[in-house]
Every structure is written in C-alpha cells, then in structure tokens.
C-alpha cells in the first residue's frame, strides 16, 4: 500500500504565500508522475500542478508564474510553492501520485492524499 501525506496549508492573506509538501511512503517502487489538484466548494477538483513522467511540468493558466511544483526524488516528496495567493485560490488541495508498487506484477496506481486545506482571505 502507498501512503501520501500532505502538509503546509493554512490561513493567509491575499498576496501571501503558502508552501505544501506531499510525502509517498509505503511499497513504492517508482513514481511515475506526481503532483497537485485542488477543489474549492461547489466546483470540480482541478490540476493546480504536476510532474509528468517525463519530468515535465504542468500548470494551467490560473496558477502559471505564482505556483512552483518542485521536488526530492530520494524523499519521494513534492512541493508547491504558492506565492502572489487570490481568495480564489481558496480550496482543499490534493496530492496525488501515479506510483509502480510490484514492476512486472502490477500495472502503476493512482494514489490520493487526505487533501489540506488553504484559505486565502481577502
């Protein structure tokens, strides 16, 4: 089983920023791609930030230049950095991991964290 725990949400004003970590534990293999949604009350969880499994990055419009998804491979741990932060940013947000448990045994799963909660006052 994997496990991943998030932490660093919180309270925070309008211009402030917030930095969130995600930590895979557990029979981890491989991670294949790995990284953050998010969901505000009332709407559909979205991609806030990812690792592809090429390494590559994604964020879409509403985050680009104010989030940084980085991460520590031997820590099987991510990162968003938030910065510039908008009331709308406001949600519950969700680590998830597509993580390689028993190569040639079972395909790759995807994982979710327990979700933390940022809230951004205006």
């Known amino acids: 089983q994997v496990q991943l725990v998030e932490s660093g949400g919180g309270l925070v004003q309008a211009g402030g920023s917030l930095r969130l970590s995600c930590a895979a534990s557990g029979n981890v293999f491989s991670i294949n791609a790995m990284g953050w949604y998010r969901q505000a009350p009332g709407k559909q969880r979205e991609l806030v930030a990812t690792?592809?499994?090429?390494?590559?990055?994604i964020y879409p419009d509403s985050v680009k230049g104010r989030f940084t998804i980085s991460g520590d491979n031997d820590k099987n741990t991510v990162y968003l950095q938030m910065n510039s932060l908008k009331p709308e940013d406001t949600a519950v947000y969700y680590c998830?991991?597509?993580?390689?448990?028993?190569?040639?045994?079972?395909?790759?799963?995807?994982?979710w964290g327990q979700g933390t909660q940022v809230t951004v006052s205006s």
């Open positions: 998830h991991a597509v993580v390689t448990t028993s190569p040639r045994v079972a395909p790759p799963a995807l994982y």
């Open positions: 690792f592809t499994s090429g390494l590559s990055t």
